[in-house]
């Protein structure tokens, strides 16, 4: 089972990063989680925020925004709509789940009709 984040929508802020007071690096990039498996993909409903610098390359913490950042934050924060949380069978779900029907049809033949040798 592996799970992981996938960016789902990225918006470039205009706001001053507190590390390198640059104003064309800020990036707020909004993550979904996805479980794999080997019988099924799912995607969640939980969502990861994270404000990066492309300029100085480093992941601006909650600790360091300042009231800007924070308001259009949350302002983005209002605007997303993360993708619906759904899941898909794989190859490998479908064929054990057809495997364990035709066995189960094949007992209640066997059991209804005996074979009399």
Request: with cysteine; glycine share 0%; charged share 25%.
């Amino acid at each position: 089972m592996s799970e992981k984040l996938v960016t789902v929508k990225e918006v470039v802020l205009k706001n001053n990063c507190p590390e390198c007071y640059n104003n064309e690096g800020l990036r707020l990039i909004f993550k979904q989680k996805i479980i794999d498996t080997r019988f099924y993909r799912s995607l969640t409903s939980q969502v990861k925020y994270e404000i990066e610098c492309r300029v100085c390359n480093s992941i601006i913490y909650p600790v360091k925004w300042d009231d800007n950042i924070e308001r259009v934050f949350d302002y983005h924060k209002k605007l997303f709509v993360p993708k619906r949380a759904s899941t898909y069978l794989k190859k490998t779900s479908w064929v054990t789940i057809i495997l364990t029907i035709v066995a189960a049809i094949a007992a209640i033949i066997l059991t209804a009709y005996p074979f009399d040798l």
